[in-house]
């Protein structure tokens, strides 16, 4: 089966820094598209960034020009580097794949676990 695991969230005074980082593992073929959503409480899942394989980003509005989404594709591992946090950017940030573990087939979802991010004004 697939993992993703997450690490890097933390408590950040606003406009201070921090790198999330997501690596997948198990018995993969190829990832198509890797990326971070996140949840804040009361308020729906959105995504956040995400970059596929040939390395093609996409930001949300909210974000772009703060956050630098990146990859590794030799350790299947995926990078979110925010900056300027604000407030707003408090939630848990859940790593998204979609892979595929065999040769024929389609690729599926896979979720993280979520790291918390916490943003104090």
């Known amino acids: 089966q697939v993992q993703l695991v997450e690490s890097g969230g933390g408590l950040v005074q606003a406009g201070g820094s921090l790198r999330l980082s997501c690596s997948a593992s198990?018995?993969?073929?190829?990832?198509?598209?890797m990326g971070w959503f996140r949840q804040a409480p009361g308020k729906q899942r959105e995504l956040v960034a995400s970059i596929v394989s040939g390395g093609s980003r996409n930001y949300a509005r909210s974000v772009k020009g703060r956050f630098t989404i990146s990859s590794d594709n030799a350790k299947n591992t995926v990078y979110l580097q925010m900056n300027s946090l604000t407030p707003e950017d408090t939630g848990d940030y859940l790593c998204?794949?979609?892979?595929?573990?065999?040769?024929?087939?389609?690729?599926?979802?896979?979720w993280g676990q979520g790291t918390q991010v916490t943003v104090s004004s």
């Open positions: 198990g018995n993969i073929f190829s990832i198509h598209t």
């Open positions: 998204n794949a979609r892979i595929q573990l065999h040769a024929v087939g389609a690729a599926d979802n896979y």
